[in-house]
C-alpha cells in the first residue's frame, strides 16, 4: 500500500517536472519582441572643402571624398 502510494507521488512529481521543462523550452524557443526597424535617417556628406553638408546624391564625388561643387571637387 505504502509502495503504491509512493510511486502514485513520485510518478505525479516526474510528471510536474517534465511539464514545468517543457513549458520553460516553450518559453525560451519564442524570440523576445524586436522593435520596429526604423528606416536609417537621411544621413548627409560634408564637403571635403569647405565642411558644408548635403545628401549625398547632389554632392560631386572625387577621390572618395564629397564636394558641394565641381569647383570644390577641383574638377
Ligand atoms: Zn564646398
Known amino acids: 500500500m ?12 516526474v510528471v510536474f517536472l517534465l511539464f514545468r521543462l517543457a513549458l520553460r523550452k ?20 560634408a564637403c571635403a572643402q569647405c565642411g558644408v553638408h548635403l545628401p549625398p546624391d547632389d554632392a560631386t564625388w572625387r577621390d572618395g571624398k564629397a564636394f558641394c561643387s565641381k569647383d570644390h571637387a577641383g574638377l
Open 2 to 13: 505504502l509502495g503504491r502510494i509512493v510511486t502514485i507521488v513520485v510518478l505525479v512529481g
Open 26 to 45: 516553450k518559453r525560451s524557443s519564442t524570440p523576445p519582441p524586436t522593435p520596429p526597424e526604423m528606416p536609417p535617417p537621411p544621413a548627409l556628406v
